[in-house]
């Protein structure tokens, strides 16, 4: 049964940095594209950032280049999400996700956790 837990999520003021982790099972990981996506109240959920299975390559959305850094380790089965100078506009549930065959903007995921809720206020 494939699983993937979002942790560290939480409230936090503007200027403040957070790390989420996502623990997987289930699957082969160390094969898979790792990304994590968020979706603010009332909007669609967007593409965050992407780290290949071998981690060599990571890809962000221009919202969070510079700020936000995506890791993974392969012997953990776990992939996190630095999150730096946080702002209001970051307030969102991030989820991890994990593709097989997926482009850069992350299209193309197969598995998806539910989610962790980061609420960044003034």
């Known amino acids: 049964q494939v699983q993937l837990v979002e942790s560290g999520?939480?409230?936090v003021q503007v200027g403040d940095s957070l790390r989420l982790s996502c623990a997987a099972s289930g699957f082969l990981f160390k094969?898979?594209?790792m990304g994590?996506?968020?979706q603010a109240p009332g909007k669609a959920r967007e593409?965050?950032?992407l780290i290949s299975w071998s981690g060599i390559s990571t890809y962000y959305a221009d919202s969070v280049?510079?700020?936000f850094i995506i890791s993974r380790d392969n012997?953990?089965?776990t992939v996190w999400l630095q999150m730096n100078n946080l702002n209001l506009e970051d307030t969102a549930v991030y989820y991890c996700a994990a593709g097989?065959?997926?482009t850069q903007t992350g299209d193309g995921m197969d598995y998806w956790g539910k989610g962790t809720l980061v609420t960044v206020s003034s």
């Open 31 to 33: 094969t898979y594209t």
């Open 47 to 49: 593409f965050v950032a």
């Open 65 to 67: 280049k510079g700020r």
């Open 75 to 77: 012997a953990k089965n």
């Open 100 to 102: 097989g065959t997926v």
């Open 9 to 11: 999520g939480g409230l």
């Open 36 to 38: 994590w996506f968020r």
